[in-house]
Nanobody, 123 residues
Framework: QVQLVESGGGLVQAGGSLRLSCAASGRTFSSLNMGWFRQAPGKEREFVAV????????YYADSVKGRFTISRDNAKNTVYLQMNSLKPEDTAVYYC????????????????WGQGTQVTVSS
């Protein structure tokens, strides 16, 4: 079992920045692929960014590329999402997810998920 706890959400003006954190426990963090997803009201959950466990490879959704950066600190069992140049359309609940294995870019409902943290960007 893996427990994930997100933090760092809040209200920010357009153009501002936030850094989300996701603390993991229950399994060797360094063996987990970590992802960030988001869900806006009335919309499907969508992929944001992912970082692999092995060499720290990263992959981003086109909508956030160049603005968001995913990183991990294996010593702190934490993954981060630095969000810059925020836009109102980035408003959503942001979820952290974890999965082991070699398939590091695809996450499934039965992987490990956190409870989410709200990010609201005002115009």
């Amino acid at each position: 079992q893996v427990q994930l706890v997100e933090s760092g959400g809040g209200l920010v003006q357009a153009g501002g920045s936030l850094r989300l954190s996701c603390a993991a426990s229950g399994r060797t963090f360094s063996s987990l692929n970590m992802g960030w997803f988001r869900q806006a009201p009335g919309k499907e959950r969508e992929f944001v960014a992912v970082i692999s466990w092995s060499v720290g490879s990263t992959y981003y959704a086109d909508s956030v590329k160049g603005r968001f950066t995913i990183s991990r600190d294996n010593a702190k069992n934490t993954v981060y999402l630095q969000m810059n140049s925020l836009k109102p359309e980035d408003t959503a609940v942001y979820y952290c997810a974890a999965r082991g294995g070699l398939n590091w870019r695809t996450f499934y409902n039965d992987d490990y998920w956190g409870q989410g943290t709200q990010v609201t960007v005002s115009s």
